[in-house]
């Protein structure tokens, strides 16, 4: 099974900084992931398909960029409402995996 | 509208069976692949498994944690899905998700809300 390993686990930050998340796969999968956020008692929501392409609806601060093993999830400044849960997932082969997730939460 | 609602979910002893249902609406539910994926109470996403199409001859693909034990069907005249899960573990338990995944389309992906099992004796 491929392997996805976000960094970092957890962040702290304040409203209007830069932040990156990180996902590295074990093994290439190309393009094939996707980016999704959870906030608290709801579902998962995705924000980028094809490792950086924008779901439509979702904010243009965030942004994804990379190929093969390593991935970034870019957020330009941070909003209020983007202190959740993320979390990326490959869809290269099966079985599909998640990472393990990154909290972003309020400095 | 999609909608994408479970049930089926509760208390269950470790070894014994549960079958959860998911109802599908405002979509063609027989064009689409369908997943199921569950959340451990306070841990992150597991991708549980999938079923194909008609066109795909209704395969499935499973996570390793559950191959050998659980089952994914469907149902599409009923526009349903089911998950039969057999051997029940501890460590099953969750919210289980039922999908409609986008993989690379640009059209985006459904979830339902979940629907809680919990294994314990």
């Known amino acids: 099974d491929i392997q996805m390993t976000q960094s970092p686990s957890a962040m702290s930050a304040s409203v209007g900084d830069r932040v990156t998340i990180t996902c590295r796969a074990s093994?290439?999968?190309?393009?094939?992931l996707a980016w999704f956020q959870q906030k608290p008692g709801k579902v998962p929501n995705r924000l980028i398909y094809?490792?950086?392409s924008l779901q439509r609806g979702v904010p243009s601060r965030f942004s994804g960029s990379g190929s093969g093993t390593e991935f970034t999830l870019t957020i330009s400044s941070l909003q209020p409402e983007d202190f959740a849960t993320y979390y990326c997932?490959?869809?290269?082969?099966?079985?599909?995996?998640f990472g393990q997730g990154t909290k972003l939460e309020i400095k | 509208e999609v909608q994408l609602v479970e049930s089926g979910g509760g208390l269950v002893q470790p070894g014994g069976s549960l079958r959860l249902s998911c109802a599908a609406s405002g979509f063609t539910f027989s064009d689409y692949f369908m997943d199921w994926v569950r959340q451990a109470p306070g841990k992150g996403l597991e991708w549980v498994g999938r079923?194909?199409?008609?066109?795909?001859?209704?395969?499935?693909e499973y996570a390793a944690s559950v191959k050998g034990r659980f089952t994914i069907s469907r149902d599409d005249l009923k526009n349903s899905l089911s998950l039969q899960m057999n051997s029940l573990k501890t460590e099953d338990t969750a919210v289980y998700y039922c999908t409609r995944p986008a993989d690379s389309s640009a059209s985006g992906d459904n979830w339902g809300q979940g629907t809680l099992v919990t294994v314990s004796s």
């Open positions: 997932l490959q869809h290269n082969s099966y079985p599909y995996t």
């Open positions: 079923v194909r199409n008609k066109g795909h001859s209704y395969t499935t």
């Open positions: 093994q290439d999968i190309s393009n094939y």
């Open positions: 094809k490792a950086s």
